[in-house]
């Protein structure tokens, strides 16, 4: 239907229905998630498209880094956003409301969705932004699964006008942390965030250490060579709004690559 291409690990997949998130362990918040500002929650201008499925068996990972989206609890309510919009990967894990205006041949009327930022669309700078560039700058644009698409519009609608706004993110359970890395090298996963969803600093600390701040690798993939192990771990997590959680001793001692807490 469209000519975009998105990040991703493996083939494009037509994601399985929302499967519900793990619960993190030994967390606890030490402040309450503010709401995102009136400002950013005004409805704005923008266009959709979205992609179907090329293998079912493929998983999608995306630039945000969350791998298995429905392993990690996002499912099909996802998005992929044009370069204006993408922020370089710190927009990743805020929620947007999408709905429709205009075009009432396609449109499902009075309809919304929420959607969780996981993925990029990059630009195509072969064609100009008016034509088969719809994720060039400076273009806001949205890319959707079909499944979601097809919440709020027919699917022959291709590249729809829509609105949008940011919204604070509902989560089931806590946040998970998953860990990944080998010796000193240590990369931790932050997913399933809820408030304004995306992080702007994050700190760890060993059972020996005291807090050390991690650095972002790419999308909500945080980094830090540090030698951690046989240590428990906590986590403080610092949102775009500036409300922080601290989830202390997440991992226990033992804790190993590849783990989810």
């Not at 630039?63 to 927009?91: N, P």
């Not at 993939?221 to 989830?247: G, P």
Request: some cysteine; hydrophobic content about 35%; glycine content about 10%.
């Amino acid at each position: 239907c469209n000519s975009l291409s998105l990040y991703s690990s493996s083939s494009i997949l037509l994601l399985a229905a929302l499967s519900p998130p793990a619960t993190s362990h030994y967390s606890s918040s030490t402040s309450s998630p503010s709401s995102v500002s009136s400002s950013a929650s005004e409805w704005r201008p923008a266009r959709a498209t979205y992609y179907a499925a090329t293998n079912p068996r493929d998983e999608v990972g995306g630039a945000c880094g969350y791998g298995d989206l429905v392993k990690s609890g996002y499912g099909m309510a996802t998005v992929g956003l044009s370069e204006t919009l993408f922020e370089r990967g710190q927009i990743c894990g805020a929620c947007f409301e999408l709905r429709r205006v205009d075009d009432l041949r396609w449109c499902i009327p009075g309809t919304s969705i929420i959607l969780t930022a996981t993925n990029f669309c990059a630009p195509n700078y072969g064609f100009d932004p008016d034509g088969g560039g719809h994720c060039n700058p400076p273009n806001k644009h949205f890319v959707l699964p079909i499944e979601a698409f097809g919440k709020i519009a027919i699917w022959k609608a291709g590249n729809m006008p829509v609105q949008y706004r940011r919204i604070n993110c509902r989560r089931e359970g806590s946040i998970r942390f998953t860990i990944d890395g080998g010796g000193i090298f240590i990369s931790v996963l932050i997913a399933n965030v809820a408030g304004s969803g995306d992080i702007s600093a994050v700190k760890v600390k060993g059972s020996r250490t005291g807090w050390l701040p991690m650095g972002r690798n790419w999308g909500q993939n945080w980094h830090i060579n540090a030698d951690l192990k046989n240590q428990a771990l906590s986590f403080e997590v610092t949102a775009s709004d500036k409300s922080t959680v601290t989830a202390y001793n997440v991992a226990p001692r033992n804790w190993d690559y590849g783990q989810t807490f």
